[in-house]
């Protein structure tokens, strides 16, 4: 997810290379984005004194030890933290980095989805001892690479299933239905493309007219037609039931 955001921002018009700092202990990594002019290390205590807004996208076992780590060289007067981790509590944070009368840092607690490094992602913002104005500063930067909503901590999990591993289950749509494609006669890539510019089609619609997707369903369900069978089928077999079920099994 790292490299994802990083990707994203260099598509941007905001940021440039030499706007970014990323640290990460993997050579390839290090060697693929300094060859887009990015400044690279393998310090973290480089990448996190560098930035006006500081991001730690880690596993979350990792999160613990990496703000510790780097906790003394930040500067709480003049940065913010961006916390890329699913699962991660706000009194977990508040607690790590406490120190002293200089309080806590400003953090947010952030999911976004892989579609970020093509500026495509749905994000998720949790502000933490933030003012309006910063907060409004890292949405803005969120913004530009893809969509974002500030939301509420005990939503959190709740968008990680929806977008998040969202993502993965819309993947999931597209495979069956290429699948079914071949199925129907169509080559493979020829299949491939249908899906996806229907797929692109349904939700360019959708986030254009402002319609539920029942009305638009409406639209394209002629009485006794070929549509309408097609979709009672998919309902007979549990279609809806399935992906909300899904929905909450990732909880």
């Known amino acids: 997810m790292g490299g994802a955001i990083v990707e994203g921002l260099l598509k941007t018009e905001t940021y440039q290379p030499a706007d970014i700092t990323v640290a990460d202990p993997y ?23 560098s930035g006006d807004i500081v991001m730690v996208v880690v596993k979350p076992w990792l999160v613990e030890n990496v703000l510790k780590d780097i906790k003394e060289s930040l500067d709480y007067n003049r940065q913010q933290l961006v916390l890329v981790a699913a699962g991660i509590k706000s009194e977990q944070v508040i607690t790590w980095m406490e120190k002293g009368e200089d309080g806590t840092l400003p953090f947010y607690l952030v999911i976004p989805n892989i579609a970020i490094a093509e500026k495509q992602s749905m994000t998720f913002i949790v ?30 999990a709740a968008g990680t299933t929806l977008a998040s591993c969202g993502i993965a289950y819309a993947m999931r749509y597209v495979r069956a239905a290429v699948e079914g494609g071949v199925e129907l006669g169509f080559k493979a890539k020829d299949s491939e493309k249908i899906v996806l510019q229907t797929v692109k089609g349904a939700v360019e619609l959708l986030q254009a ?19 309408i069978r097609g979709l009672n089928e998919m309902e007979h077999a549990g279609f809806t039931s399935a992906v909300i079920r899904g929905l909450k099994a990732a909880l």
Not at 30 to 46: C, P, Q, R, W
């Open 27 to 49: 050579t390839p990594i290090l060697d693929h984005f300094a060859e887009k002019g990015v400044s690279v290390t393998t310090n973290n205590h480089i990448a996190a004194e």
């Open 127 to 156: 502000p933490v001892g933030t003012t309006t104005i910063q907060t409004a500063t890292v949405k803005e930067l969120f913004d530009q690479m893809g969509d974002s909503i500030i939301t509420e901590e005990r939503l959190l």
């Open 209 to 227: 007219t402002g319609e539920h997707p029942e009305a638009a369903i409406d639209k394209v369900t002629t009485p006794g037609g070929v549509t």
